[in-house]
């Protein structure tokens, strides 16, 4: 499998392998009324992958990229597999694969460049981000997508990921929807019975394998970690940030960290 260390080399592989053409660059898109609706179109046609940048009302380089693992091509070079392997082979490749991954845990590193810009009490504001509307009538607008939400389990220490939308509800606040029994919720659900918020972090901007091993729903007590290592053939490379015990990816382009309380605690409408 392909090591990518983090989004922006994954971005550099495939349009080295795939042709440059492969990443199409789209300045000045509004973030509610342009980002989601490109991104859909280009979706359903399988065409490139998006980044947009120059986005009004932000700074150059604050950047939204969508459509990542949008074709055969992609996903297949995201998996380390020959981009011009078919659709149905990918399926096979990922149905072999699965039976003989072997869990490699990660790799404790003393920083990295995910606290190159950190933002800590007032200064927190998750406004300064892009974060688009993605449809019309959508209920918010969602910074998490194909995201990873970090929990531990208080009892095991057993590192869960998971993917679970986010969505901004103001400066210090968002918004996490997790249904039935979902890991991180039973995790949460733990410390409530104790009277404590939930630490969480959620991570935006990471490499394919690991937004790929987030989404998988692996048994308890294994860590998406662990897969993501397996995927990789390398354990994948993670930090504490101050005062914190959760392990977030040094080289995630974002990471939120902060509490869950319990519903009955706090809850806003979401959707």
């Known amino acids: 499998m392909s090591a990518f260390r983090d989004l922006r080399h994954y971005i550099d592989h495939i349009t080295g392998t795939l ?12 973030r509610d009324l342009d980002i989601g ?7 359903e046609k399988e065409g490139p992958a998006l980044m947009f940048d120059n986005i009004p009302g932000f700074p150059a380089g604050y950047r939204v990229f969508t459509n990542f693992m949008g074709t055969a091509a992609r996903t297949a070079v995201a998996l380390g597999l020959p981009p011009e392997t078919g ?4 399926v096979r490749e990922w149905k072999d694969l699965s039976k003989r991954l072997e869990p490699i ?3 404790e590193v003393a920083t990295g460049p995910v606290l190159e810009n950190v933002l800590v009490g007032d200064d ?7 974060a688009p509307q993605w449809h019309d009538g959508d209920g918010g607008r969602y910074i998490g ?9 208080p009892d095991s220490g057993w590192v869960n990921v998971g993917t679970y939308r986010a969505c901004v509800q103001g400066r210090d606040r968002l918004s996490l929807w997790m249904l039935g029994n979902r890991h991180a919720k039973a995790i949460a659900e733990k410390y409530w019975q104790r009277g404590l918020n939930c630490p969480i972090a959620v991570v935006v901007g990471q490499d394919p394998i690991l937004s790929t091993a987030a989404a998988i729903a692996a048994p308890s007590g294994m860590s998406e970690y ?4 397996g995927l990789r053939g390398q354990g994948v490379e993670v ?12 080289y995630a382009e974002i990471v939120i960290e902060g509490e869950l309380p319990p519903v009955e605690e706090e809850s806003v409408l979401e959707g």
């Open 226 to 229: 662990d897969l993501a290592g």
């Open 87 to 90: 659709k149905l082979d990918i």
């Open 239 to 250: 930090l504490y940030a101050p005062g914190s015990d959760l392990p977030v990816p040094a």
């Open 124 to 130: 927190v504001d998750l406004g300064i981000f892009p």
């Open 37 to 43: 609706g490109i991104t859909e179109l280009m979706a």
């Open 105 to 107: 845990p990660p790799v």
């Open 19 to 30: 042709g440059k053409d492969e990443v199409l660059r789209i300045d000045g898109a509004d």
């Open 145 to 153: 997508t194909a995201c990873m939400v970090i929990t531990r389990d």
